[in-house]
Nanobody, 119 residues
Framework: QVQLVESGGGLVQPGGSLRLSCVASGSIFRIDAMGWYRQAPGKERELVARITSGGTNYTDSVKGRFTISRDYAKKSVYLQMNSLKPEDAAVYYC??????????????WGKGTQVTVSS
């Protein structure tokens, strides 16, 4: 069984920063892509940032403000969010494409962490 657990969300003023963390645990053989998605009330879940061995990609609205990084040894992915705007407020979900010890691939999600941007 594989689990993703996020942390680091909270309330921040516009212009502030937060750092989200996500750690994977369980019967993991290899982790391929890891990423962050977000979902605001009344909106669809959208990709924020993704990281693979080939590089990173970001949705346009966060380019230059957010940075995704990964610690392979800790099976973790991070999202440094700077210059936060009210429109960044959402539940942020960690996502990972993981090959388990039986060598089966699965697309896994965390339960989400709330980010609120308000003065």
């Amino acid at each position: 069984q594989v689990q993703l657990v996020e942390s680091g969300g909270g309330l921040v003023q516009p212009g502030g920063s937060l750092r989200l963390s996500c750690v994977a645990s369980g019967s993991i053989f290899r982790i391929d892509a890891m990423g962050w998605y977000r979902q605001a009330p009344g909106k669809e879940r959208e990709l924020v940032a993704r990281i693979t061995s080939g590089g990173t990609n970001y949705t346009d609205s966060v380019k230059g403000r957010f940075t995704i990084s990964r610690d392979y040894a800790k099976k973790s992915v991070y999202l440094q969010m700077n210059s936060l705007k009210p429109e960044d407020a959402a539940v942020y979900y960690c996502n990972a494409l993981i090959q388990n010890v039986r060598l089966n691939y699965g697309n896994y999600w965390g339960k989400g962490t709330q980010v609120t941007v308000s003065s």
